[in-house]
């Protein structure tokens, strides 16, 4: 497997760990860079964890500190005997409290934009803006149904007798083909945890059974912070009919709105030093 020299640079900057408890859950997170700086916030999607981001955190450093949560359930922090959007907002909060932040720019993936959507109406002092990432926020009512099952997010826990088994073993979700071999094997270093019977996902597969969340048009209609949607042009989620009623419901200009090339709904995995340049335009133009 051939590792780029920019990967092999970029994985250098360490970040700093750290926990908050909210509602009896410890919350891990980490964080890069001089916290006297503005704040970039970044919220990972469904079975994800905060280490998605360590190749895409430090391309932004000369201008922030930039914080990644694990949510409650998934990555390094504990899990729940239930899970909602509001729970998630908390968490979410609390972070930026933790460690002193006021406001910040967040980055939602997947199923990270509608938890920073419900989050950016209960605290919009907290979002200077929102990056949402590849990420159903609305859905046209006749589509609704389509979009209400959460059948293809169960998963069940699989026990591996090995670590190398279990990094073997591991995929995205949804499904698609990676081309970046080498961030999948970063990916999944940090994504499993060993049990006394083996090894199994960190990620707690109970989640959608409980998972609470609200139709979120009213909100997302009436948002104080600007938002930005950067997609990926050949993701298999986010269709070209999303797109167009996302921002037509939205009212974002054109301007707002980025597809990258060649990339699918993990867009900064299959295109992560595009994805970056892309959204530090973007942040400039907010600036």
């Not at 167009?244 to 699918?264: C, W």
Request: net charge negative; aromatic share 12%; hydrophobic share 40%.
């Amino acid at each position: 497997m051939s590792v780029p020299e920019w990967f092999e640079k970029i994985i250098q900057n360490k970040p700093e760990s750290k926990f908050v408890n909210v509602e009896g859950v410890n919350i891990h997170y980490l964080v890069w860079g001089d916290v006297t700086k503005p704040g970039l916030f970044l919220i990972h999607g469904y079975s994800a964890h905060a280490h998605w981001w360590d190749f895409i955190a430090p391309g932004f450093l000369s201008d922030y500190c930039v914080v990644a949560i694990d949510l409650s359930g998934m990555g390094d922090s504990g899990h729940r005997d239930s899970y909602s959007q509001t729970l998630y907002c908390q968490e979410i909060k609390s972070v930026c409290e933790d460690i002193g932040l006021s406001s910040a720019d967040f980055l939602a993936h997947s199923m990270g934009g509608p938890i920073s959507v419900k989050a950016a109406s209960l605290y919009p002092e907290l979002f200077n803006s929102l990056f949402l990432l590849d990420a159903i926020i609305i859905v046209p009512p006749d589509k609704v149904r389509s979009f209400s099952s959460r059948n293809s997010m169960m998963r069940t826990d699989f026990i591996y007798k090995d670590f190398d088994t279990a990094m073997n073993s591991f995929r995205l979700i949804p499904p698609q083909p990676c081309k970046n071999d080498f961030l999948l094997k970063h990916i999944a270093e940090h994504s499993f945890k060993q049990t006394k019977d083996g090894w199994v996902l960190k990620s707690d597969a109970t989640i959608m059974r409980s998972y609470q969340y609200e139709d979120l048009t009213e909100i997302f209609m009436d948002l104080k912070c600007p938002i930005y949607m950067v997609y990926g042009l050949m993701s298999q989620i986010f269709s070209q009919e999303l797109l167009e009623y996302t921002t037509y419901v939205g009212n974002l200009p054109k301007e707002r709105v980025v597809g990258i090339p060649a990339a699918m709904h993990h867009l900064f995995i299959d295109e992560p030093l595009i994805f970056v340049e892309e959204v530090k335009k973007l942040l400039k133009t907010k600036n």
